[in-house]
């Protein structure tokens, strides 16, 4: 069985007069499927920063896990809409929660796996880690460690991790592999340093490429020569 971690940022999802983007969902959907097609099982970890994070509404000064709780229940809202796509293209998916929600979406149960993947392709992890004050970006790399993932592809509107901000730095150079300890020692804000951290202790290669081009997630998942690698 190979097994993936796609870990998707929920701005990949925004459309431009509404949360979500429909029309890239359902090609999305499209890419899905032909990767599910080659025996591949993915759990797909959803953000939600289309509609809340805490970190672009901290100047409400809300109650910090009550900010949290509206961020983990946006990658619920997006996991639903991510969930009934997917059914209409045909992909055998499975939407869980590990903020639990049971009115809504199952928990997500590690012990279950397995299981699960014997009767899903795809795992659409909602909820994040269920926890305030982390990210999507470690209930990502938990899943890749609970599932024994070969890889955590992680999406993003760039093409690489450079060695300083290339909005800043014209001088900026892209970075094509570089190890787990280096991104940690230097602080690279490519993802949450925990998730780097839990994946290095575990072995798990992070790749890191832009999904916006197209044809990039499937060259991402079968090929692996863009972007860049994080081992
Ligand atoms: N969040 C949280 N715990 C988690 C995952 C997410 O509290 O385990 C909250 C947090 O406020 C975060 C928001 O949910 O800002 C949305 O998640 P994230 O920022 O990872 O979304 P993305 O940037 O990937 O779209």
């Known amino acids: 069985m190979k097994k993936i971690v796609l870990k998707l940022s929920g701005e990949i999802l925004q459309g ?6 429909i029309k890239y969902i359902e090609n999305l959907a499209k ?19 289309n509609i809340w994070r ?11 896990v009550h ?20 059914k209409e293209n045909g992909i055998n998916v ?25 009767k899903y392709d795809v795992l659409i992890c909602a909820g994040g880690t269920g926890k305030p ?7 990502a790399a938990l899943r890749a460690v609970e599932i024994g993932a070969e890889a955590l592809l992680k999406a993003t509107n760039v093409d690489f991790v ?25 602080k690279l804000g490519v993802m949450d340093l925990s998730a780097v951290s839990l994946c290095m202790s575990k072995k798990i290669p992070i790749f890191i490429f832009n999904i916006f081009k197209k044809g990039n997630l499937l060259r991402e998942v079968f090929k ?5 690698i994080i081992k």
């Open 16 to 21: 431009k007069d509404r949360h979500v983007d």
């Open 31 to 49: 890419d899905i499927s032909e990767i599910v097609k080659k025996g591949y099982k993915i759990a797909l970890v959803i953000g939600g920063g």
């Open 54 to 64: 805490h970190r672009d509404n901290a100047d409400l000064k809300m109650d910090r």
């Open 67 to 86: 900010s949290d709780q509206i961020g983990m229940m946006a990658t619920i809202m997006n996991a639903l809409i991510l969930e009934d796509k997917f």
């Open 94 to 118: 499975k939407a869980v929660s590990n903020l639990s929600v049971p009115a809504v979406l199952p928990d997500y149960e590690p012990k279950k796996t397995v299981s699960m993947f014997k």
């Open 133 to 139: 004050y982390v990210t999507t970006d470690s209930a």
């Open 162 to 186: 450079y060695n300083k901000d290339p909005r800043k730095f014209k001088d900026a150079k892209p970075i094509k592999s570089i190890s787990a300890r280096e991104v940690v020692e230097k």
């Open 224 to 228: 692996r020569d863009i972007g860049t």
